[in-house]
């Protein structure tokens, strides 16, 4: 099923993110998490895909048996960066060919030896290539792109940043996952800047539960989100004790996501990565709302 059916139905939904093996050894355990998070049944979920490539002939498995094996519509990511046009062309095929039906497109971060190189000869610099090429491909796939409540780190200015995000629909994006945020005014205040500048595709609000005190450095680092006080006082408080942190981590994200969908937010996508036990209990607490009538 393509995802822009299920954001047509306008209902509360819950979906959820899965990131493939980087080794063969620790596949089955993977794969046992993508089954206990199928079995709650989410609008979709979502396979993440290595920038370096090292990852990809795992998410189009796992994206495959998500659809195929447990019956939930699944998006598999892919990257361009550092590809050439052949092998991101080579894997737009296998996807279709695996019966994938939706895609984000994504650019990938810059690895790091790469910072320095001249990019003019880059096939992909960003992921508007890579949606302008599966468009012309004879691959029918829902394609997804990413955006920034809180502005891309690269990026000048947020006018910039939607300047490039229209440009990224334009070419073909049927909806848009936002990066983590804690702070969901900064998401109303985006939906209302690109809204005015015309982009009218669904926006499924990405949402990570904190569990840890260390995931917190780490989704600063990776995202540059802002840390609200509010936020920033349960890990002070609750931080040293990590069941404690867990259980207050899930009450959180479930009262951002109630807070979402009370302001006309229907799609949120939970960043609960391979962890079952952290989407089961977000679901839980909000099993009767997901499902009704936003
Ligand atoms: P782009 O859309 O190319 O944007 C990157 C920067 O370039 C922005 O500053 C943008 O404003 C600017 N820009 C865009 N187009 C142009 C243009 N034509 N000219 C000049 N500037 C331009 N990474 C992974 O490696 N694997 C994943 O599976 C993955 N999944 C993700 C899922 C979501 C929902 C999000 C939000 C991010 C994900 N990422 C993933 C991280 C993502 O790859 C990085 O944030 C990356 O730095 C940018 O990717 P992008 O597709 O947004 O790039």
């Not at 089955?28 to 089954?35: G, I, L, P, Q, Y």
């Not at 019956?71 to 095929?93: F, W």
Request: charged share 20%.
């Amino acid at each position: 099923m393509k995802l822009t059916e299920i954001f047509k139905q306008n209902k509360y939904s819950l979906s959820f993110e899965v990131f493939p093996p980087k080794t063969s050894d620790v596949y089955d355990s993977v794969k046992h998490a993508t089954e206990e998070i199928a079995r709650l049944s989410p609008a979709f979920m979502s396979v993440t895909y290595g920038a370096g490539g090292g990852t990809s002939q795992y998410t189009l498995e796992i994206a495959k048996n998500i659809k195929t094996e447990y019956g939930v519509p699944s998006l598999a990511h892919l990257t361009c960066v550092s590809s050439t046009r052949e092998t991101v062309r080579a894997r737009i095929d296998d996807f279709k060919a695996a019966g994938i039906e939706n895609v984000m497109a994504l650019r990938g971060d810059i690895p790091q030896s790469m910072q320095n190189d001249d990019r003019s000869n880059w096939h992909y610099r960003h992921a508007v290539d890579l949606i302008a090429d599966i468009k012309v491909s004879d691959a029918d796939f829902c394609i997804g792109g990413a955006c920034y409540p809180e502005v891309h780190p690269e990026s000048a200015n947020q006018k910039e940043d939607i300047y490039y995000l229209k440009a990224k629909v334009d070419a073909g994006c049927d909806f848009l996952t936002t990066q983590m945020f804690f702070d969901n005014n900064l998401l109303y205040n985006f939906l209302y800047k690109i809204r005015q500048e015309g982009i009218h595709v669904p926006v499924v609000a990405g949402i990570m539960p904190i569990t840890n005190a260390k995931q917190v450095e780490r989704a600063i680092h990776l995202s540059g989100s802002f840390m609200p006080q509010r936020f920033k006082t349960i890990v002070d408080k609750f931080g040293g004790d990590p069941v404690a942190m867990k259980q207050a981590g899930i009450a959180y994200a479930t009262d951002q996501i109630i807070d979402l969908f009370a302001n006309g937010v229907a799609n949120v996508h939970v960043y609960s990565m391979n962890k079952p036990d952290v989407a089961a209990a977000i679901q839980a607490n909000l099993s009767d709302i997901v499902g009704k009538n936003a």
